[in-house]
């Protein structure tokens, strides 16, 4: 059964940097990508940043390109998220996904069939 935990959240100040993870386990296959998205209350959730675990295709939502990057280590089956000079906007409850994807890697959530609980982020001075 796959299983993904999200850590990492937590209180940053605006510029500030956090670094989230998604440990992921259960997968039979190696085809697969991890997503991670946001829901901030009373918005829809937003694709952020994915990254397919064979190729390392990796993708960003124009927001937050330059700032966040999303890594992966293969060894440990985790992908990271390291988000850097966060804004107030960025608050939200991030989740990781994972769906099987053989390349590349899509940002819609009906590509994934996997979900983590998520983990609250907070940008506030």
């Known amino acids: 059964q796959v299983q993904l935990v999200e850590s990492g959240g937590g209180l940053v100040q605006p510029g500030g940097s956090l670094r989230l993870s998604c440990a992921a386990s259960?997968?039979?296959?190696?085809?697969?990508?991890i997503g991670w998205f946001r829901q901030a209350p009373g918005k829809e959730r937003e694709g952020v940043s994915c990254?397919?675990?064979?190729?390392?295709?990796?993708y960003y939502v124009d927001s937050v390109k330059g700032r966040f990057t999303i890594s992966r280590d293969n060894a440990e089956f985790t992908v990271y998220l390291q988000m850097d000079s966060l804004k107030a906007d960025d608050a939200a409850v991030y989740s990781c996904?994972?769906?099987?994807?053989?390349?590349?890697?899509?940002?819609?959530?009906?590509?994934?069939?996997?979900w983590g609980r998520g983990t609250q982020v907070t940008v506030s001075s």
């Open positions: 996904a994972a769906g099987r994807q053989m390349s590349g890697c899509s940002i819609s959530p009906a590509a994934y069939g996997y």
């Open positions: 259960g997968f039979t296959s190696g085809y697969y990508a």
């Open positions: 990254i397919n675990r064979r190729d390392g295709t990796s």
